[in-house]
């Protein structure tokens, strides 16, 4: 279960199944994102992937049933192959060369990914990734990055911070007053519509401080 953490009373937003078949060293998995608040099963969003040892994305298929929108996402012989069907029925197609470059992550990745990864970020070395924007038939560049270690609810923990190293902005942006009270409309709004929310922004001081373009 997904809860809306910024209210003094918890808000149930979604409610998510995962299914997984192993095979080998190959994973089936299926992820659905449930209303809860509509008839029993009915799913937002479904995601489908097919890994390699875990997280090495093969096929990553996503389906929007509110909107109608579509995507997928091959990665065979060095390349990404994307497909996207809009709304209106419209169709968005592809090809990144990805080769032997930067690991490529989803959402439905980024733990297990870093859990694979963990000593390698204990000891202080950055993880270059490219991030699947599917909407966009794209990658993004990104860097997980060990920035400190501390105590979360007494537990020992670290902060991973994700640093981009392209325009598109996921992270790390700071917004007050009105400004953070737009973004969380939006981004509430975007989630009801079965669709993630990302952010662009922009650092002139090497990623200190971040302005907030929009969303």
Known sequence: ELFDPSGAEKKLLYKVKREEIITGDTTHARIGYIDPLAAPGTELVSENLVLDKGTNILRYVVARSQTGESGSLEIKDGKARFSWTNK????????????????????????????????????????DVRFVAIEKSRTV???????????????????????????????????????????????????????????????????????????
């Open 88 to 127: 209106d029925g419209s169709t968005d197609n592809s090809t990144e060369e990805v080769g032997n470059g930067p690991d490529i992550v989803a959402g439905p990745t980024v733990v297990a990914y870093l859990r694979s990864h963990w000593d390698r970020l204990i000891k202080g070395e950055e993880l």
């Open 141 to 215: 560049g990104f860097t997980f990055k060990k920035v400190a270690e501390l105590n979360w609810n007494g537990t020992d923990a670290i902060q991973i911070r994700l640093k981009p190293s392209s325009f598109v902005i996921a992270a790390l942006v700071k917004a007050e007053g009105e400004v953070a009270d737009r973004v969380k409309k939006t981004v509430e709004d975007l989630g009801s519509r079965g669709y993630r929310a990302l952010g662009v922004a922009r650092s002139e001081d090497d990623g200190a401080t971040w302005s907030l373009l929009g969303i």
